[in-house]
C-alpha cells in the first residue's frame, strides 16, 4: 500500500531521513519510492544482488526537488513525469536494453518479436496498427494500459513535453494504476448498488446535506463512521468531479466532468468552491482523517468505521483484513461492498531513471526486475507457470512479487491478466480466500475501466500558484471534516 501525506507538509518540506545517502558510494545505484510502495521481499533481493540502497520520500515535489543529485531510480505520478521529462532530468529509455520479447499469448497467431521501440499512437494510422506491432513496449502492457499511455501521450503532446514522435513510454514505466474507490460493509444499499452512479449521487446517501444520512455513516457521538486519506491533492481532484457533477445535475449546458482546473489554473476562490463541493455534505468529526493510508484501511477493515474513500489497493487491503488475522477471513460480498463511478480519479505511478545516471551498471537489469520481469511469459496455467519457480511461497518475478505486497491495479499484461484469470486461483491460494464471490468483488476491485472521458480523471500538472493556494485551502477546509 502507498502511504500518503498531507499537503500541508509542502509548506514546510523537510528533508527525508534517509538511511543510506549520506553512506552511499558514488557508483551505488539509490532507489527512491513512497513507504509500503514496494514489497520487502524484492527490496532485499536489489540489496543482495545489485547492493541497491533505499530511500523514501513523501510527496511528489520531493521527487523533483531530489532527484538530480540523490536518486538514480523514482516512481513519480504521470503529471510529475510530465515535470521531469520538461525540466530535463530523466534519461531516454532505449528498450532493446532490456532483452524482451512480445507476449506469446497475447497475439498467439503471431511470432514473437522482441521489443525495441515505444513509438506513440501518433506515428500510426490506427489503434490496431499500433497493437499489430510487435516491437512496441505498449503491447506489453494490459488493454486499459494502452489506452491510458495514448491519453498520455496526446496531452503530452498538446503541452508540447515532447514531440510527436516521442511517447511517455520513451521515459518511463508504468509501475502501479489506482482509481478513486468507496468501500463501505454491512448489509449493501440499493441506492449505492448501482453500476451507472456518480460521485454526486452516491454524497447523497453517504453524506446527505439533511438529516437523512444513513445510520451506518453517521458518527457516534464523537466517533466518525466515515474515513478518507489525508491528502489534499487527492480530495481536491476528488471534489471536481463532484462539483462538476452538481452543476450538470441542475444546468442544461453540461461542463466535462474532470479532476483538473480549466488550463491547470485556478484562483483561491475557485479553489475553495471546489472544495466546498464536499464540505458542504460535512459535519464536524464526521470524517477520520490520516495521512497514513494504512492507518484509514486499518479501520476500515477492522469495524473502526464503515465507509472509506480511498484508492484500490488500499479497499482492497481492508477487504483482506487490514493485516488483522481475526479479519482476514471475516469480509465477503455480502459485507462489504464497493462503489466505483465510471469518472473517478485515476493515477498512475511510472518508473523513471535519472538521466545523469543511465550508464551505470545493471541499472536496466534493477528495472527490469521490477517493473517488467515476466513480461513475456505464458499467464494461463495450462501453458506455463507465470508465477515461475517458487522460494518458499515467493514469487519469482519482481512485478508477481511486488503486487502480491502491494496490491494496487497491476500494468503488465502478464500480472493483469493472471490475477483476474479466475483458473490461476490467485486469491483461493490463500485459505482467506476460499470464498468464490470474495474472489470476484476482489478481481472487481482490480479491474480497470477506462472511457471515452477517462482524460479528464488524470492529474495535470498545476502552476505553482495554483498548487501553493490548494496547500493553503486544504489545510483550512480539511477542520470541516
Not at 545505484?29 to 532485499?44: D, F, G, P, R, W
Amino acid at each position: 500500500m502507498r502511504k500518503s501525506v498531507s499537503l500541508l507538509s509542502l509548506l514546510t518540506i523537510l528533508p527525508t531521513t534517509s538511511f543510506c545517502l549520506s553512506s552511499c558510494s558514488a557508483n551505488a545505484i539509490v532507489i527512491a519510492n513512497y513507504e509500503s510502495y514496494m514489497n520487502t521481499l524484492l527490496i532485499n533481493r536489489l540489496h543482495k544482488s545489485h547492493n541497491v540502497q533505499f530511500d523514501y520520500y513523501q510527496t511528489n515535489e520531493q521527487i523533483v526537488g531530489k532527484f538530480a543529485k540523490n536518486y538514480d531510480i523514482a516512481f513519480p505520478s504521470s503529471y510529475t513525469v510530465y515535470e521531469m521529462i520538461k525540466n530535463n532530468l530523466v534519461a531516454k529509455l532505449d528498450w532493446t536494453k532490456f532483452n524482451l520479447m512480445s507476449n506469446p499469448e497475447r497475439y498467439p497467431s503471431l511470432s514473437q518479436e522482441k521489443i525495441t521501440n515505444a513509438k506513440p499512437l501518433s506515428m500510426y494510422t490506427s489503434a490496431a496498427e499500433q497493437a499489430n506491432d510487435l516491437t512496441n513496449a505498449i503491447n506489453l502492457f494490459a488493454d486499459p494500459v494502452r489506452e491510458v499511455i495514448n491519453i498520455f501521450d496526446t496531452y503530452g503532446h498538446t503541452q508540447q513535453y515532447y514531440n510527436n514522435e516521442t511517447s511517455i513510454l520513451d521515459y518511463s514505466i508504468p509501475y502501479f494504476h489506482q482509481d478513486w474507490l468507496f468501500g463501505y460493509t454491512g448489509q449493501a444499499d440499493q441506492d449505492l448498488d448501482n453500476p451507472n452512479i456518480s460521485w454526486f449521487d452516491a454524497l447523497q446517501y453517504i453524506m446527505p446535506k439533511g438529516s437523512q444520512q444513513l445510520s451506518r455513516f453517521k458518527k457516534d457521538g464523537n466517533h466518525p463512521r466515515l474515513a478518507m486519506i489525508d491528502d489534499g491533492r487527492s480530495v481536491y481532484d476528488f471534489a471536481n468531479i463532484v462539483r462538476c457533477e452538481e452543476y450538470n445535475s441542475s444546468h442544461s449546458s453540461q461542463v466535462r466532468v474532470g479532476v483538473n482546473p480549466p488550463n491547470n489554473k485556478a484562483s483561491k476562490q475557485e479553489i475553495t468552491n471546489s472544495y466546498n463541493a464536499l464540505t458542504q455534505y460535512c459535519k464536524p468529526n464526521n470524517f477520520f482523517l490520516n495521512t497514513d493510508s494504512q492507518q484509514v484501511l486499518y479501520a476500515l477493515g477492522t469495524e473502526g468505521v464503515n465507509g472509506a474513500f480511498s484508492y484500490t489497493g488500499d479497499i482492497l487491503y481492508a477487504l483482506e483484513g487490514a493485516g488483522n488475522d481475526d479479519y482476514a477471513e471475516h469480509w465477503n460480498q455480502n459485507n462489504f461492498h464497493i462503489v466505483h463511478p465510471a469518472d473517478t480519479l485515476h493515477c498512475m505511478d511510472l518508473l523513471v531513471l535519472n538521466k545523469k545516471d543511465q550508464q551505470k551498471q545493471n541499472l536496466y537489469d534493477i528495472v527490469k526486475t521490477i517493473t517488467l520481469e515476466g513480461a513475456s511469459a505464458y499467464s494461463s496455467p495450462d501453458k506455463e507457470d507465470f508465477i515461475g519457480k517458487k522460494d518458499g511461497d515467493e514469487f519469482s518475478y519482481g512485478p508477481m512479487l511486488n503486487f502480491d505486497a502491494v496490491a494496487y491495479t497491476p500494468p503488465l499484461y502478464s500480472v493483469y491478466k493472471y490475477c483476474n484469470n479466475e483458473n490461476n486461483n490467485y486469491f483461493s491460494r490463500d485459505l482467506a480466500w476460499t470464498n468464490v464471490a470474495k474472489i470476484k468483488l476482489a478481481q472487481n476491485i482490480l479491474q480497470l475501466n477506462t472511457n471515452e472521458r477517462s482524460s479528464d480523471c488524470y492529474e495535470h500538472l498545476l502552476d505553482s500558484t495554483t498548487k501553493m493556494f490548494m496547500t493553503i485551502d486544504w489545510y483550512q477546509s480539511r477542520e470541516k471534516f
